[in-house]
């Protein structure tokens, strides 16, 4: 009995101890918003220029981030970390983030807004950009104003840069390159069925909507 009593209690002890230690690890991966607006500094170069232009792999305005969810922006870090998505520069500047870092950028931008007061439903688009919209599903994942996704860790592209959706549709495509492209089975199949030209058609329509990511100015270089 007494055996079985110190076995119950050691399981017990162990028990909450591994509790306590997962509670703890769960409140430290929660991003910082202080933090991350003093870490931001390397991303205002870029991100903090309106229409402030990607040279590589091609020419286009780099993305509005600031507005995005923060589960958003911790997937696309954690992809380009990974070499999930592959462009040089966001591979390296992932790639120096640790965890935390990546939590708290997320919760910096996830924590901004522009208030816009969105419609629930974006203006219906013309007949052949609408049957494309249609025919790639973006409505399901996206949201029916194409800013409140299905899933906070899917983008909001209502009124995104027209040439970076446009880029970013193409990466999808694009395989064994160590340079280019994005592995996402879903985007890519999705992606795959639509010619540059009608990848370029539904771009101008998605980024010409009311949106809610914006670009923050620069106020001043730290």
């Given at each position: 009995?007494?055996?079985?009593?110190?076995?119950?209690i050691?399981?017990?002890?162990?028990?909450?101890?591994?509790?306590?230690?997962?509670?703890?690890?769960?409140?430290?991966?929660?991003?910082?918003?202080?933090?991350?607006?003093?870490?931001?500094?390397?991303?205002?170069?870029?991100h903090?220029?309106?229409?402030?232009?990607?040279?590589?792999?091609?020419?286009?305005?780099?993305?509005?981030?600031?507005?995005?969810?923060?589960?958003?922006?911790?997937?696309?870090?954690?992809?380009?970390?990974?070499?999930?998505?592959?462009?040089?520069?966001?591979?390296?500047?992932?790639?120096?983030?640790?965890?935390?870092?990546?939590?708290?950028?997320?919760?910096?931008?996830?924590?901004?807004?522009?208030?816009?007061?969105?419609?629930?439903?974006?203006?219906?688009?013309?007949?052949?950009?609408?049957?494309?919209?249609?025919?790639?599903?973006?409505v399901?994942?996206?949201?029916?104003?194409?800013?409140?996704?299905?899933?906070?860790?899917?983008?909001?592209?209502?009124?995104?840069?027209?040439?970076?959706?446009?880029?970013?549709?193409?990466?999808?495509?694009?395989?064994?390159?160590?340079?280019?492209?994005?592995?996402?089975?879903?985007?890519?199949?999705?992606?795959?069925?639509f010619?540059?030209?009608?990848?370029?058609?539904?771009?101008?329509?998605?980024?010409?909507?009311?949106?809610?990511v914006?670009?923050?100015?620069?106020?001043?270089?730290?």
């Amino acid at each position: 009995m007494r055996q079985t009593s110190s076995n119950y209690i050691t399981r017990f002890v162990a028990g909450v101890t591994l509790g306590l230690a997962a509670s703890a690890g769960a409140i430290a991966a929660e991003g910082n918003v202080k933090a991350g607006a003093d870490k931001a500094a390397m991303c205002i170069g870029c991100h903090g220029i309106p229409g402030y232009q990607n040279a590589f792999p091609e020419v286009y305005k780099v993305p509005m981030i600031t507005g995005q969810s923060a589960k958003y922006i911790e997937s696309a870090l954690t992809q380009y970390h990974k070499g999930e998505r592959k462009h040089p520069t966001m591979r390296g500047i992932a790639g120096s983030l640790t965890e935390q870092d990546i939590l708290d950028l997320a919760a910096y931008y996830g924590s901004q807004s522009n208030g816009a007061q969105l419609p629930d439903a974006a203006a219906v688009a013309p007949e052949a950009v609408a049957a494309l919209l249609t025919k790639g599903g973006c409505v399901a994942c996206h949201g029916a104003n194409f800013s409140k996704p299905l899933d906070p860790s899917y983008p909001k592209i209502a009124g995104q840069h027209p040439d970076y959706l446009y880029a970013a549709l193409k990466a999808y495509t694009v395989t064994g390159n160590d340079l280019v492209g994005r592995n996402n089975a879903i985007m890519g199949g999705i992606a795959k069925q639509f010619t540059h030209a009608e990848m370029k058609a539904m771009a101008k329509d998605l980024g010409s909507l009311p949106g809610e990511v914006f670009t923050k100015p620069v106020e001043r270089f730290r």
